[in-house]
């Protein structure tokens, strides 16, 4: 009698089905006199009609009634003989060692035509942001191969440092740069290679051309071995464009902190992600917040980005340069506002570079890095690379200033002083940020085509190095 009992409530606990579908709005889906049902629980909707169900999740649970938001279009959806059937489950992926080299949807569904993975393990995709007191703080550098971020605004491992573009800058060139160049010199590890680095990739509401050009990437120069990509496009679903990062970070968790490996993970566009926020919260009808945006997107945005950095104990990191386009060029947008906020600086594009035909059109001078001191010196680059990156900084100010001067009085009235950093901060947009989108730079390659520019400047004007690395550099 006990076993049977047991048995009858097991069977009620997994079959959660109900014909009570109250309403149907846009993606939403309200059913009626449920019981039991969890936040982020799956739920399949069959419809009359059509062989295989729809699936959806739960956004909301009120009393008796559950707000379900679809994956797909509720087109041709009706309420009477509907059924809605409640898994008892969130959304997991499944994942192995094997994903590298895979290609798969923003539900996690593999699109590149391979055979199917299987599994080692399944998580849940929401995962958690690391806990302060566990954190190591980042100190290892990473090579992308750009001059303007490796010498200029350091990249560090365990670092989240996203990158600010605007409508129709290359920031999709400079993202598939970054993935196919980015590297980073392991001491730590067994081998003393730096074979164990990974690149988790993530597309959110992309177009479709946009899509297949970092499919083509990818694959054609080979980094696909080393990496994962997990492509939403913009007529994918926005629960799925809700979900597409989370996948991307679960995975990236895993290769780091099970497989000890150290991973890159690169998310574009950001500002569809936050919109597709926008969107479902305001099909729940919640209040707003700025610009409309639902008034936990600060939250939202920091449960992800505080999923990266380095954990004690364990020898894998995480590194994110999340991608965003700020609607026109306004960095007091709440979407760039509320990052800059969360993450250690910020890469800025820069329009007026790009109009000059330079790529990659990094601002040198707007953006930052927090943590590049940490990443820099001898050990990790080389002993020169601070004070050389103070005096690029300095004069590549002086030189915009004198050349803003010389637009206002004529380059006549200049001095030579000033005529000589007015040309090198030509020559430093010109030779230095300015590289192909299939060059790559060894560190020391761009360390010492900073110290080739400074030739150009009297050496009293160089009072940000030391004599001692002017006289064994500056040949």
């Keep these: 009698m006990k076993e049977s009992s047991q048995t009858e409530n097991k069977t009620n606990l997994v079959d959660k089905s109900?014909?009570?579908?109250?309403?149907?709005?846009?993606?939403?889906?309200i059913v009626s006199g449920v019981k039991g049902v969890g936040y982020e629980e799956l739920v399949e909707i069959s419809i009359p009609g059509e062989e295989q169900p729809r699936l959806g999740k739960v956004l909301d649970a009120l009393e008796d009634r559950a707000v379900v938001q679809m994956f797909s279009q509720t087109s041709g959806a009706q309420l009477k003989d509907s059924k809605a059937r409640f898994r008892g489950e969130i959304e997991t992926i499944g994942l192995s060692k094997n994903i590298l080299g895979r290609i798969f949807s923003g539900q996690g569904k593999a699109i590149d035509g391979g055979?199917?993975?299987?599994?080692?393990?399944?998580?849940?995709?929401q995962g958690a942001s690391i806990n302060p007191w566990s954190r190591q703080y980042p100190d290892d550098f990473i090579q992308t191969g750009i001059s303007s971020i490796d010498i200029m605004n350091t990249l560090v491992r365990g670092q989240k440092l996203p990158i600010f573009s605007g409508s129709g800058l290359p920031h999709a060139k400079l993202a598939a740069q970054i993935a196919r160049q980015a590297k980073v010199a392991i001491k730590d590890s067994n081998d003393g290679s730096s074979g164990n680095f990974a690149i988790v990739f993530a597309t959110m509401g992309v177009t479709f051309d946009e899509a297949e050009f970092f499919r083509k990437e990818f694959e054609e120069t080979g980094a696909l071995k080393r990496s994962v990509l997990f492509l939403n496009t913009a007529a994918d679903s926005v629960v799925e464009r809700i979900a597409t990062p989370r996948m991307a970070l679960t995975t990236a968790e895993y290769l780091a902190f099970e497989h000890n490996m150290h991973v890159l993970v690169i998310m574009t566009d950001m500002t569809n992600y936050c919109e597709a926020l926008r969107e479902v919260s305001s099909a729940r009808k919640e209040v707003p917040g700025r610009r409309g945006y639902p008034g936990y997107m600060y939250t939202d945005l920091a449960s992800l980005y505080e999923r990266a950095g380095r954990v004690k104990g364990k020898e894998g990191t995480i590194t994110q340069i999340p991608i965003l386009s700020m609607p026109d060029d306004d960095k007091t947008h709440p979407i760039p506002d509320l990052t800059g906020y969360i993450t250690e600086g910020q890469f800025i594009i820069s329009r007026?570079?790009?109009?000059?035909g330079i790529f990659p059109p990094v601002d040198v001078q707007g953006s930052l890095s927090r943590l590049w001191s940490a990443g820099v010196g001898e050990g990790k680059t080389r002993e020169d690379h601070s004070a050389l990156k103070d005096q690029l900084f300095a004069s590549y100010a002086v030189g915009k200033d004198a050349r803003d001067l010389a637009v206002v009085l004529g380059e006549s009235s200049l001095s030579e002083?000033?005529?000589?950093?007015?040309?090198?901060?030509?020559d430093f947009e010109g030779k230095f940020v300015k590289q192909g989108e299939r060059e790559n730079r060894e560190v020391t390659e761009s360390l010492d085509l900073g110290w080739s520019l400074l030739k150009m400047l009297p050496r009293e004007s160089l009072k940000r190095v030391k004599s001692d690395l002017i006289d064994k550099y500056l040949k």
């Design 417 to 426: 002083s000033d005529k000589a950093h007015m040309k090198f901060a030509e």
């Design 352 to 356: 007026e570079l790009n109009t000059k």
């Design 18 to 29: 109900y014909k009570t579908l109250e309403s149907i709005a846009g993606p939403i889906i």
């Design 115 to 125: 055979a199917e993975m299987v599994a080692e393990t399944r998580r849940p995709i």
